[in-house]
């Protein structure tokens, strides 16, 4: 069911059984599909200043990866890349899609990458947005949580947002206000957000994009990077690497802008999607 963005409120009222567990998600618009795929430790709410501006000429379908937001990983799914990807692929089955567009953040970069190279789902196009591929891409913070799980795993709950709230914060190159910082924590709040945090911390791994940075070269669908040009957490020298390693690739800087793009500068973000995807007509 296609529905209209509330300005007040973000969320996704639709739930999808998978066989890694239940998909909250959300579809916009009319057009041309589009699939957004955010990153950790985001969830879909970091698309709904892009979503309004994509929807002027797409169907936009949005939803959370398995173990954030209002997703559930089945038990013993763990919610690393791979699954995501096969979860994806298990999604535009249901929604019936033939060759979307595919739009990923972070590791929603690398998903949507394995999705189409591993896979095997055609796609009409790619945008990559500060995308974790070209491994090793895990941040020091990311490496001494999964060297000390046990230690942030049974740390008193109130001590460990501290924590989180704080690194958070340099995911953006702009302020950000206490209620979107409320928001995003929201998924991670007490011991059970607490250890869903540290599940998806433990998943992840560069070793999921390994096969996948093997097939860049076999590309031939248009491809968009795009890089926040104050990211912190991944330098925007590795868009370069990554546009250089994807035949035909195009790249965009995003100015005043830190890791987490669309927050810092959802118009600029979002106006490049709208122009490579209209860029790229449908044969």
Not at 132 to 161: C, K
Not at 236 to 241: I, V
Request: glycine fraction near 8%.
């Amino acid at each position: 069911m296609r529905t209209s963005i509330e300005a007040e409120h973000w969320g996704l009222p639709d739930r999808i059984r998978v066989s890694g567990g239940e998909v909250a998600a959300r579809t916009f618009g009319e057009g041309p599909p589009v699939v957004l795929v955010h990153g950790t430790p985001a969830w879909s709410y970091l698309w709904r200043k892009v979503v309004p501006v994509l929807t002027r000429q797409h169907t936009v379908y949005v939803w959370d990866l398995l173990g954030f937001g209002d997703s559930r990983a089945a038990p013993g799914i763990a919610p690393s890349i791979a699954q995501q990807a096969h979860t994806l692929a298990e999604l535009i089955e249901h929604w019936g899609l033939h060759a979307p567009s595919l739009v990923g953040h972070d590791i929603g970069g690398g998903i949507v990458l394995r999705t189409h190279l591993i896979e095997r789902i055609p796609v009409h196009s790619l945008a990559l947005l500060d995308a974790a591929v070209l491994g090793p891409w895990n941040t020091p913070f990311t490496e001494h949580q999964q060297r000390y799980e046990d230690a942030y795993r049974t740390m008193p709950a109130h001590i460990f947002s501290d924590i989180i709230s704080a690194r958070l914060h340099t995911a953006v190159h702009q302020p950000m206000d206490d209620a979107t910082a409320t928001a995003y924590l929201a998924p991670w709040a007490g011991e059970t957000g607490q250890a869903r945090w540290l599940d998806q911390v433990s998943a992840v791994t560069f070793s999921d994009t390994i096969d996948v940075v093997d097939q860049l070269d076999r590309i031939s669908t248009p491809t968009l990077v795009l890089w926040g040009e104050n990211d912190e957490w991944l330098a925007p020298a590795t868009g370069d690497e990554l546009t250089a390693a994807i035949p035909g690739a195009c790249q965009a800087a995003i100015v005043q802008a830190g890791h987490f793009l669309t927050e810092d500068n959802p118009h600029d973000v979002a106006h490049a999607l709208l122009q490579f995807l209209g860029s790229t007509p449908r044969t």
